[in-house]
C-alpha cells in the first residue's frame, strides 16, 4: 500500500507565508513526478504546481513568483513554499505523485488534503 501525507496547513494573514509538506511512504520503487493541486469551496480542483524527479518545476500563472515547489527524493517527500499569500488562495491542498510500486504496479495516489486559509 502507498500513502501521501500532507501537513502545514493553517490560517495565515493576507502577505503571510506557510510551507506545506507531503510524504510519500509504502511499497515504493520510484516517484517521477510530484505536484500540489488546490480546490476552493464551490470551485473545480486547479493545479498548483509540479516538479519532476529531475527538479524541472512548472507552476500556475496565479502562484508565480510566490510559490516554490521543491522536493527531496531521499525522503520522498515534496513540499510548497507559499509566499504573499492572499485570500484568493485559500482552499484545501492536496498533493499527489506518479509513483511506481513495488507490490501495485503505476499508481497515481492522492492525499488527503491539508486547508489553507488566508484571513485576517
Known amino acids: 500500500q502507498v500513502q501521501l501525507v500532507e501537513s502545514g496547513g493553517g490560517l495565515v494573514q493576507p502577505g503571510g507565508s506557510l510551507r506545506l509538506s507531503c510524504a510519500a511512504s509504502?511499497?515504493?520503487?520510484?516517484?517521477?513526478?510530484m505536484g500540489w493541486h488546490r480546490q476552493a469551496p464551490g470551485k473545480q480542483r486547479e493545479l498548483v504546481a509540479t516538479?519532476?524527479?529531475?527538479?524541472?518545476?512548472n507552476y500556475a500563472d496565479s502562484v508565480k513568483g510566490r510559490f516554490t515547489i521543491s522536493r527531496d527524493n531521499a525522503k520522498n517527500t515534496v513540499y510548497l513554499q507559499m509566499n504573499s499569500l492572499k485570500p484568493e488562495d485559500t482552499a484545501v491542498y492536496y498533493c499527489?505523485?506518479?509513483?511506481?510500486?513495488?507490490?501495485?504496479?503505476?499508481?497515481?495516489?492522492w492525499g488527503q488534503g491539508t486547508q489553507v486559509t488566508v484571513s485576517s
Open positions: 509504502g511499497s515504493i520503487f520510484s516517484i517521477n513526478a
Open positions: 516538479i519532476t524527479s529531475r527538479g524541472n518545476t
Open positions: 499527489n505523485a506518479d509513483i511506481r510500486s513495488y507490490s501495485l504496479g503505476r499508481i497515481d495516489p
